[in-house]
């Protein structure tokens, strides 16, 4: 596996791998007719048009299969393609994200929807921790805001101060 910035060659795989994971797992979560309401307009063709550049792909044998898009200190969304989820390719598309952000800030963040246990234990499991809950605009669903501080940040907290 290989892991990359995006090229403009790329956006209608990204486009096809955030559609291909909302439909297999968002209905677990989100009511059919809030779902669709939200895909209308092709919503998804846009988010990846408009934010192609910020993301970075998992490649396997020269196929696209799982994409990261960042924005400032946000992770602002992971895609794994439902046929290769479970091989720890999201995991190592997030260590990736997680580097390159913490390379420019010393706290990082994400949101995820509050029903989305899966993606929530995902993130909980690598480190991320609940930090404020509101209502998603485009869908009124609850969604968490995660943190995660720089390894650097967590230890130089956590290190005694020298009073001598």
Not at 137 to 160: I, L, M, N, Y
């Amino acid at each position: 596996m290989t892991i990359r910035p995006a090229r403009t060659a790329d956006r209608e795989a990204l486009a096809a791998i955030v559609l291909a994971a909302i439909r297999s797992s968002f209905p677990t979560f989100l009511p059919t007719d809030t779902l669709e309401r939200w895909l209308a307009d092709d919503a998804v063709g846009k988010y990846v048009a408009s934010r192609w550049e910020s993301c970075h792909v998992a490649e396997e044998a020269g196929e696209v299969v799982a994409c990261c898009f960042t924005e400032g200190d946000l992770l602002d969304l992971l895609m794994v393609h439902p046929g290769r989820q479970g091989r720890g390719i999201g995991g190592a598309l997030l260590a990736d994200a997680e580097a390159r952000l913490f390379e420019a800030h010393p706290v990082i963040r994400l949101e995820s929807f509050a029903a989305n246990t899966a993606a929530n234990r995902f993130y909980e499991a690598r480190g991320w921790r609940a930090s404020a809950r509101k209502a998603d605009p485009d869908t009124g669903a609850e969604v968490v805001g995660f943190r995660k501080k720089s390894p650097a940040e967590s230890s130089a907290a956590a290190e005694p101060i020298d009073r001598t």
